[in-house]
Each structure stands twice: as structure tokens, then as C-alpha cells.
């Protein structure tokens, strides 16, 4: 069975071959990241004021060689906020009180974002209503004319 979005005309071999593309990019992408500790808020008792267990995951979107132009507009669009004016993208990740579970969360949310603009969005196609759809809207436009005229106060004469 081919996992969710792949056409069964694509076949097994482009869709490896497409992984294999991704993992690539990844373990490129993966050696233009950096790191800082910082001090995290929240439980942790005493421990929280003195290990900086938050961790912050920078990667230059726009300064990457690793990613095609395209790719990295899609990548700019996604993060929103999380990106700086210079074109860095900030992650920060301060769910768990261990920093080496934070820092694996924020490579695993990095990873999403990537994945997530590396597939290109699916084009629209515009269509226009068939006849029978346009008679159909018309025919109930009519009926609800005649409920609200049925309405109206009729006038004595």
C-alpha cells in the first residue's frame, strides 16, 4: 500500500526516489543549524534558575544553499512569525525540563516545517457551475421570494 498523497501511477520507485531527496536536504539542512540554551520558564523547582534547559534552533532560510528559491518562499510563508527580518528562522522549544529532549523537539518540529515546504501545494483549477447547478440556485431563489412575499401584509381594498 503507498503511504497518503502518493498516486498509485507514480509508483514505489518515484516515491523512493523522492524520499531519499528529502532525507538528503534534511542531513543538509541538519548541518546548517545552531543552537543556544537558554533558561527556561515554568516547574522545575530550583533547578530552573540554574540550567538553561530551553533551547533555541536558528536556521538562515534565506543564507541556505541546501534549499531551491521556491522552497524557501514556501519555508518564509509557513514559519510567520517564528522568522526574523534577516531571514532566520527561530525555534524555540521549552516543553520538557531536560535539554536534550527540547533540543529533539525542535529538531522534530523543524524537520515538520521542512517536509511541509518541500511539497509543492496543489494547483487550483477554477470551474464554473454546470446549467443545471445555476437553474437549481435560481429555482430556490424564486421559492424563497414567493415565502417572504407571502409575508407581507396584504393590503385591504
Same mark, same amino acid.
Request: hydrophobic letters at 30%; charged letters at 35%.
Given at each position: 500500500?503507498?503511504? @497518503? ?35 527556561? #520558564? ?7 534558575? @540554574? ?6 534552533? =536558528? ?6 544553499? #541546501? ?6 518562499? =514556501? ?17 524555540? /522549544?521549552?516543553?520538557? =525540563? /531536560? ?9 522534530? =518540529?523543524? #524537520? ?14 477554477? #470551474?464554473?457551475?454546470?446549467? /443545471?447547478? @445555476?437553474? @437549481?440556485?435560481? +429555482? ?5 421570494? +414567493? ?11
Amino acid at each position: 500500500m503507498l503511504p @497518503k498523497g502518493v498516486r498509485s501511477d507514480q509508483g514505489v520507485k518515484s516515491y523512493t526516489v523522492v524520499m531519499q531527496d528529502i532525507d538528503r536536504i534534511l542531513q543538509h539542512c541538519a548541518r546548517e543549524l545552531t543552537f543556544d540554551y537558554i533558561r527556561a #520558564t515554568g516547574p522545575g523547582g530550583q533547578n530552573v534558575n @540554574k540550567v538553561a534547559t530551553a533551547v533555541q534552533l =536558528r536556521f538562515d532560510v534565506r543564507g541556505s544553499p #541546501t534549499l531551491p528559491e521556491e522552497v524557501k518562499a =514556501r519555508f518564509i510563508q509557513l514559519a510567520g512569525n517564528r522568522m526574523t527580518n534577516d531571514g532566520v528562522l527561530v525555534i524555540e /522549544a521549552r516543553r520538557h =525540563r /531536560a535539554q536534550d529532549k527540547n533540543r529533539e523537539d525542535a529538531i522534530s =518540529r523543524f #524537520t515538520v516545517f521542512l517536509r511541509k515546504s518541500l511539497e509543492k501545494p496543489k494547483l487550483r483549477r477554477k #470551474t464554473k457551475p454546470n446549467r /443545471a447547478s @445555476k437553474e @437549481k440556485r435560481l +429555482e430556490s431563489k424564486k421559492k424563497r421570494g +414567493e415565502v417572504k412575499r407571502a409575508r407581507r401584509i396584504q393590503s385591504l381594498e
